[in-house]
Nanobody, 126 residues
Framework: QVQLVESGGGLVQAGDSLRLSCVAS????????MGWFRQAPGKEREIVAS????????YHTNSVNGRFTISRDNAKSTLYLQMNSLRPEDTAVYYCAADGKQFRGPLRRSDEYTYWGQGTQVTVSS
């Protein structure tokens, strides 16, 4: 059974940085696309970033481009999201997600992912 465990969330001020981590277990990590999503209160879950099975291809949604960076360490089975210049509108629960099919590129839709973590809260105060 695939398990995804996020960590690194917290309460920060606008302009601060955070790094989220997601440790995967239960299958070979380096064959699957991974992604970060977020969901703010009263809003739908949205894509933040995605990285292909090899770390060469990434996607970042427009609102985080230039501020957030997705990366992965296949040797550690860990996905990261470096978040800089945080804004109050970045406040949300952040979820790690894993593809169920092998060797695909970055994926943008939540229904393309099979496995999900429990989420970690990020709160940015103004």
């Amino acid at each position: 059974q695939v398990q995804l465990v996020e960590s690194g969330g917290g309460l920060v001020q606008a302009g601060d940085s955070l790094r989220l981590s997601c440790v995967a277990s239960g299958r070979t990590f380096n064959k699957y696309t991974m992604g970060w999503f977020r969901q703010a209160p009263g809003k739908e879950r949205e894509i933040v970033a995605s990285v292909s099975w090899n770390p060469l291809s990434t996607y970042h949604t427009n609102s985080v481009n230039g501020r957030f960076t997705i990366s992965r360490d296949n040797a550690k089975s860990t996905l990261y999201l470096q978040m800089n210049s945080l804004r109050p509108e970045d406040t949300a629960v952040y979820y790690c997600a894993a593809d169920g099919k092998q060797f695909r590129g970055p994926l943008r839709r939540s229904d393309e992912y099979t496995y999900w973590g429990q989420g970690t809260q990020v709160t940015v105060s103004s």
